[in-house]
């Protein structure tokens, strides 16, 4: 299965973008979104997991990211508002086939497949 990942683009500080992560054909027990930045390690940005709906933020996006899902769970979204230039980096979406524990959804090693990501720019 083939996560595509769509909705990056370049804004100004303080916009707000929308990505979403299709998985056409199969749902997954956890969803998570990473980013990498140029020079820079791939970490962990958002996630959500099924039974529960439970979300999970990295410190830098909570209050102004939010990650939820269409009923059929087969998109996942990142609302991204009051973007900062530090968002500034290529977003990855990641699915997980079994439910992942707490100590687990920060672990890009635990997703099962990856889109292909998606450029976000913010400029100042």
């Known amino acids: 299965v083939q996560l595509q990942a769509s909705g990056g683009g370049l804004v100004q500080a303080g916009d707000s973008l929308r990505l979403s992560c299709a998985t056409p054909g199969r749902t997954f027990s956890g969803y998570g979104w990473f980013r990498q930045a140029p020079g820079k390690e791939r970490e962990f940005v958002a996630a959500?997991?099924?039974?529960?709906?439970?979300?999970f933020y990295t410190d830098s996006v909570k209050g102004r990211f939010a990650i939820s899902s269409d009923i059929g769970r087969t998109t996942v979204y990142l609302q991204m508002n009051y973007l900062k230039p530090e968002d500034t980096a290529v977003y990855y979406c990641?699915?997980?086939?079994?439910?992942?524990?707490?100590?687990?959804?920060?672990?890009?090693?635990?997703?099962?497949?990856w889109g292909q990501g998606t450029q976000v720019t913010v400029s100042s």
């Open positions: 990641a699915a997980s086939v079994n439910r992942p524990i707490n100590t687990q959804v920060r672990n890009p090693g635990i997703y099962n497949q």
């Open positions: 959500i997991r099924w039974p529960g709906s439970n979300t």
